[in-house]
């Protein structure tokens, strides 16, 4: 079993920054994908960014230039270093972790809030 615990949401200004962060916690765990998605009110739940064990990163087109994900892997920790942020990105982020091969597991943070007012 992997526990996450995310931090780092909170209110900011149009233009503003955050910094988001989620830590795995558990035993006897190996973590391959590490991502954020976020879900904004009436509206589905959508993918961030990712990033693998390795450093390879994805990222949604709407965050492209804005955000960085990175993570430590000796810490099992993923970072979210949200720029230049938006109305619209305001939204609850989820942190997720995918564990094992065959089954792959993910797991699934709180969800911190982010609100960005105009």
């Known amino acids: 079993q992997v526990q996450l615990v995310e931090s780092g949401g909170g209110l900011v200004q149009a233009g503003g920054s955050l910094r988001l962060s989620c830590a795995a916690s558990?035993?006897?765990?190996?973590?391959?994908?590490m991502g954020w998605h976020r879900q904004a009110p009436g509206k589905q739940r959508e993918l961030v960014a990712s990033?693998?064990?390795?450093?390879?990163?994805n990222y949604a087109e709407s965050v492209k230039g804005r955000f960085t994900i990175s993570r430590t892997n000796a810490k099992n920790t993923v970072y979210l270093q949200m720029n230049s942020l938006k109305p619209e990105d305001t939204a609850v982020y989820y942190c997720?972790?995918?564990?094992?091969?065959?089954?792959?597991?993910?797991?699934w943070g709180q969800g911190t809030q982010v609100t960005v007012s105009s």
């Open positions: 997720y972790a995918d564990s094992g091969s065959n089954p792959i597991i993910r797991y």
């Open positions: 558990g035993r006897g765990f190996s973590i391959n994908f």
């Open positions: 990033i693998t064990s390795g450093g390879s990163t």
